[in-house]
């Protein structure tokens, strides 16, 4: 293998993320050396079982033990309790990254317990799929897409680079941003999304049986978006709203005053105001496509 | 061209979908000759040039002289107008039909212009795109999806198997409903999620500048199938939302109560309350996917 960017990283939790970490750094050669650890000895059974994973345990600080880099790619609210596991067992130089969706909640819950020497580099990768598990995962579910790092003030440059260099490989196109401001982009970007798409298909649940046959019968009509994006993983992202709390409240009030408007516009059959917003709105697609976020026809 | 169902048929409107029906009609000779009228000369020269109108004019009357078939593909907004231009030039024996997405204001405003002896049989093929226009439409749109046909109650028999015939010959599935169910089911299915998709790329449209364009840089993690949705035509739109209004109205109130509920269990931080929502709505997912309205990588 010709210069892995580590020698040893490990996963924490091998669902879509982490699985497709371990595919993509087996792919390339990017590490010598892939330590697994996940919640049950199932998951680890199955990373073998596809090839990712170069040595697997149950026991989370063993996994980290000689690992340059150490990825949490776990739930948020499993967090601190991993940091508070695996903290005894990092290695002096290490870095300490994760792949959570909510980054200021991550400084508060694993900064405290960081060692001396031992570097924590936060990041997102803006990426996923609406399945989940090991499985799941696939090796260019990072390409062309953004990672976000949120490194705190002091961090180790040497270290930003080399999980920088490690996400490039990847795919990705890296930024670098404060925490706080990453949680209110993602508010408006992803946790909304997702909280609207849940609603919108709970709702269409309750109806009564018939007619709900009928709305899964029918959704090619718009439904069947929101029913992709609200198949992600129910731990996750139960995670993600109470981690991002203030941001999300924050976004869907403004959310709640702009639908109580158009509703009012409906009931009074202000049909100028709904045309005027159905066509502001045009402006922000125009924006993603130009932006490369979507191909124009995919 | 052997056995056309429908010696000639008229287009009033030649969007996306009138588009795509005379690209299917002209490939699969499903008719003799199509006769295509619009709002401006513009679409009708793009028409020519794309070889999918046999003959075109701007006089509505005129277009529909002879025809067996009249399909109305104009937003809603327009249909009494339309009507009241076009019934006297019907042929009588003819078709009138069309595509809108609410049922039951296509017969309040159409039935009571229509001539004896013609008839009125509405549908709607549950497809499309957020594409508009003339050069957006082709021939594969309505495969494999559904076209809803709402006959009165007296409509005539052979009518509406032959309008059935046609929508089959273009791969779609018929399903006969009453046209009020009809609007309570896509009230839920197509026109609140549109509604909610408009609504959120709005709130993210009247953000403060630097944060909309991060906005629109990161709109891969779930915001950019809002803004897809929302890219759809502003006119049709506002149509169905003025002539869906009770239906809409009564869906988005659930919706407004559901969304609600879930903002105070972020606020109070019930865990619980959105692991089992999130959970629940996964099976609906299931459903939508086991009703093939989706393929499970598509």
Redesign the interface.
């Known amino acids: 293998m010709a210069n892995p960017l580590f020698d040893r990283i490990a996963l924490i939790g091998i669902g879509l993320i982490g699985s497709s970490i371990a595919r993509l750094a087996k792919r390339d050669g990017l590490v010598g050396h892939i330590s697994v650890t996940a919640r049950t000895q199932e998951s680890l059974d199955k990373a073998m079982e596809l090839g990712i994973a170069d040595s697997v345990t149950l026991d989370q600080e063993a996994a980290v033990k000689d690992a340059d880099l150490v990825i949490i790619c776990s739930p948020l ?1 499993a967090y601190s309790s991993i940091i508070e596991t695996i903290a005894p067992g990092l290695k002096p130089g290490a870095i300490v990254s994760d792949v959570g ?1 909510v980054k200021e909640a991550v400084v508060r819950d694993l900064a405290p317990h960081i060692p001396d020497g031992v570097h924590l580099i936060p990041a997102h990768p ?3 799929t ?1 399945h989940s598990g090991p499985e799941a995962g696939f090796p260019e579910l990072f390409e062309d ?2 990672c ?1 790092l949120t490194p705190p003030a002091d961090a180790d440059e040497e270290a930003t680079k080399a999980l920088s260099a490690f996400w490039e490989a990847a795919g990705s196109n890296i930024e670098i941003m404060d925490p706080a401001h990453h949680d ?3 508010a ?20 009564e049986k018939t ?22 993983d ?2 996750m ?3 993600v ?2 981690k991002n ?1 203030d941001a ?2 924050e ?2 009030q ?3 005053e ?3 408007a ?2 009012r516009a ?2 009074w ?1 202000e ?1 100028d105001t ?2 005027e ?9 125009r ?2 496509i130009e ?1 490369k ?2 191909k124009m026809y995919d």
């Open positions: 609210g969706s803006v990426a996923g609406e897409r953004w976000i209110l982009v993602m408006m970007t992803s946790h909304l999304p997702h909280l609207i798409a849940y609603t919108i298909v709970g709702t269409a649940t309750d109806l007619l709900r046959n009928e709305v899964i019968k029918f959704s090619a009509g718009g439904f069947r978006d929101f029913t992709r994006i609200a198949a992600s129910p731990t992202w139960r995670d709203f109470l709390k999300v409240l976004m869907l403004r959310f709640n702009d639908i109580t158009l509703q409906i009931r059959e049909g709904l045309f917003l159905f066509s502001r709105t045009r402006e922000v697609r924006g993603v932006a976020q979507e």
